[in-house]
């Protein structure tokens, strides 16, 4: 496989600085991977649009952290939406979702070289596709509950960067991705920032560990784990590559490192 480019943007800094401490030690091995751009949407097609001139033309995909009803009315989809054309494009970009509920962990795909409308032309910097990954129902309130920071922060967190990965189209060079959950959803920066890491970081991993391991990682980071899920196989991958099976039992991702489960060696070059 053909790791896709992850390209980070938040103009919220606090956000960027999070990405950069949680990957840093793991992506030294190679920065290309995943590019963390503080700023808005706007300066990082600029800078896309500069670094694709004289070199062959990428193309990108865009995650939209967006509402069950595809409206892109807030937030970094409000970005988008300036971007793409305003209320036509949104209502292009509806209809490509049937206009029809989606709900938090489905995931569409939208082709925007099927929009024929030439004053829209949404491909125009060499954009392909958006990822709409609803991340709430509607922004009426947070999806955030303090005494509930793993059901409503981490886990929810994970699952849109994992499904977001999972169903990455083919034929798109990078992806792009803004903090998920760290605007109208309210989730912590710190949660969702690690949250966000360890789905990448299992992606920058791939075929580095079995697909049953990384199984067994993801349970114990969103706090289920059970043993019967446990195979001995796994127990000896975890000695091979160096997983500490007591951190790994008792790990908490609200307070343990991402490093304590995941070593930062562990990471495709
Ligand atoms: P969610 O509902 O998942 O919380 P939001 O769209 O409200 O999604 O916020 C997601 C992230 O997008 C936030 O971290 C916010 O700082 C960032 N963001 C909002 N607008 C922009 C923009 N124009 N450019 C870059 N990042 C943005
Ligand atoms: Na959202
Ligand atoms: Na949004």
Redesign the pocket.
């Known amino acids: 496989m053909k790791p896709l480019r992850i390209i980070l ?4 800094k606090t ?1 960027t600085q999070l990405w950069t401490d949680f990957i840093q030690k793991a992506a030294t091995k190679n920065p290309n991977l995943v590019y963390i751009h503080h700023g ?2 706007e300066s990082l097609i600029k800078k896309l649009k500069n670094n694709n001139v004289n070199k062959n033309k990428r193309l990108y995909s865009v995650v939209s ?1 967006g509402n069950s009803f595809g409206y892109l009315g ?6 988008l939406y300036n971007y793409f054309g305003g209320a036509p494009f949104e209502k292009w970009f509806r209809k490509q979702l049937e206009n029809e509920y989606k709900p938090v962990g489905s995931i569409t795909t939208v082709d925007l070289q099927k929009c024929k409308d030439k004053t829209l032309n949404p491909t125009r910097d060499g954009m392909n596709y958006i990822v709409h990954c609803p ?2 129902i509607t ?1 009426n309130g947070p999806i955030f509950n303090p005494s509930e920071p793993m059901k409503t922060g981490v886990e929810p967190v994970f699952d849109a960067t994992w499904n977001s990965l999972r169903y990455a189209p083919e034929d798109t060079d990078a992806m792009i991705i ?8 309210a989730v912590p920066e710190s949660l969702s920032c690690k949250s966000m890491i360890f789905a990448i970081r299992l992606y920058l991993c791939d075929g580095l560990l079995s697909s049953e391991l990384k199984n067994i990682l993801i349970m114990h980071f969103l706090g289920y784990p059970y043993k019967a899920y446990f195979p001995e196989e796994c127990r000896d991958e975890c000695k091979r590559v160096g997983i500490d099976l007591e951190k790994l039992r008792t790990f908490n991702a609200l307070t343990d490192s991402i490093d304590s489960i995941l070593p930062p060696h562990l990471i495709i070059e």
């Open positions: 943007c938040d103009m919220n956000v808005d949407f952290p807030g937030g970094f989809d409000l970005a991340t709430m922004p803004s903090g998920l959950c760290t605007g109208y959803a």
